[in-house]
């Protein structure tokens, strides 16, 4: 399969209203919004915690790759991750 494509120059951060935390009630990471709360898994999770804001998707990628080996589908996961939390308003890219 291939990898979507994506800058990874680019550097995700969270919009304005979304609140990435992690919540002890769900015993979870979660992102609150205005409108509600969305718990993330354990993959989400991981991914979630890398946005800072100053974190380029390429050095979101080297972070997680460092964690857990160079495992051919972190790239994958992680930019399809990028793109979904894009197209649902969770993140801009800049």
Same mark, same amino acid.
């Given at each position: /399969?291939?990898? $979507?494509?994506?800058?990874?120059?680019?550097? $995700?951060? *969270?919009? %304005?209203?979304?609140?990435?935390?992690?919540?002890? @009630?769900?015993?979870?990471?979660? &992102? &609150?919004?205005? #409108?509600?709360?969305?718990? &993330? +898994?354990? !993959?989400? !999770?991981?991914?979630?915690?890398?946005?800072?804001? %100053? @974190?380029?998707?390429? +050095?979101?990628? =080297? =972070?997680?790759? @460092?964690?857990?080996?160079?495992? $051919? #589908?972190?790239?994958?996961?992680?930019? #399809?991750? /990028? &793109?979904?939390?894009?197209?649902? %308003? *969770?993140?801009?890219?800049?």
């Amino acid at each position: /399969m291939s990898i $979507p494509e994506l800058d990874q120059t680019l550097v $995700p951060t *969270w919009r %304005h209203g979304y609140r990435f935390q992690f919540e002890p @009630a769900q015993d979870a990471y979660v &992102l &609150l919004y205005p #409108e509600g709360m969305i718990t &993330l +898994n354990d !993959s989400a !999770s991981i991914i979630g915690q890398q946005i800072d804001g %100053h @974190a380029s998707i390429a +050095n979101i990628i =080297k =972070k997680i790759k @460092a964690m857990f080996g160079d495992v $051919p #589908e972190i790239e994958q996961d992680i930019i #399809e991750y /990028m &793109l979904v939390a894009q197209r649902e %308003h *969770w993140i801009d890219l800049v």
